[in-house]
């Protein structure tokens, strides 16, 4: 089974309607995944036009817990229990502020092997740190680890990466923490990295940032960002 997980709570993100943004998401996934799977969406508010999909499954977000943990509550997806994972199960967690362009089955039934910890090529990061919060995806029972050290102390843990600059705003820091836990059991545990190509990074209102993106690009992959922004599977647009 195939675990596709999302967090939504208030009305926006990153500028854009959350209710459309998940639902987006998530139609594309219905309509074209043939692989078993279920959704499990961590939110606040359910959207009604897809809530009676028997497909997808609610999990209620208290205030404390948003207020507590943000956009990390998606560290609570690493707990198979939290969405009755079964042995054999794998799990994928998304940011509902991407936009499908093509057929979503690649991305989501990319294989992935015992101990291994599948992410989409982070090609526009501007640090070492090789893993994007966008798309995570193992099996369900092998990284339960990353939930439960993340909640023995997870003040220290949200503050830590803002407080020795990081990043740039105190809410930021999930995917940093993630790697790290990754990384710190490695050789047992590793990282492997879809194609850089399949999910292509777009500014939609600063062209010297949408410049830095094409040059980016070419100088990690050595491909023509006009050339494979049509072949895309996904993308993540910006706006601010």
Avoid at 15 to 20: E, H, L, R, T
Avoid at 123 to 135: E, Q, V
Avoid at 145 to 150: E, G, S
Avoid at 197 to 220: A, G, P, S, T
Wanted: hydrophobic share 35%.
């Amino acid at each position: 089974m195939l675990n596709i997980c999302f967090v939504k709570f208030g009305d926006k993100v990153q500028g854009f309607d959350a209710d459309k943004l998940l639902y987006d998401m998530i139609e594309p996934i219905i309509n074209n995944v043939k692989e078993d799977f279920e959704i499990w969406v961590a939110t606040d508010r359910p959207i009604y036009n897809i809530t009676l999909n028997p497909k997808i499954n609610y999990i209620p977000l208290t205030n404390q817990d948003i207020k507590e943990h943000g956009h990390w509550t998606k560290i609570f997806f690493f707990d198979p229990s939290y969405i009755k994972a079964k042995e054999g199960d794998t799990t994928v967690i998304m940011d509902i502020d991407m936009q499908w362009k093509k057929d979503p089955t690649p991305v989501l039934t990319y294989p992935v092997e015992l101990g291994e910890f599948v992410s989409m090529d982070r090609w526009w990061k501007s640090d070492p740190m090789p893993i994007s919060g966008n798309l995570y995806k193992f099996n369900s029972y092998d990284f339960k680890f990353v939930y439960d050290n993340y909640m023995e102390d997870y003040k220290k843990h949200k503050k830590y990466y803002y407080e020795n600059k990081i990043v740039q705003m105190p809410q930021e820091g999930e995917q940093y923490f993630v790697y790290d836990q990754i990384k710190d059991k490695s050789p047992w545990f590793n990282v492997k990295l879809q194609p850089a190509e399949w999910c292509m990074k777009i500014h939609l209102k600063n062209e010297e940032r949408q410049k830095m993106y094409e040059d980016k690009f070419k100088e990690v992959t050595g491909k023509e960002y006009g050339k494979c922004i049509f072949d895309a599977i996904w993308t993540y647009e910006n706006i601010k």
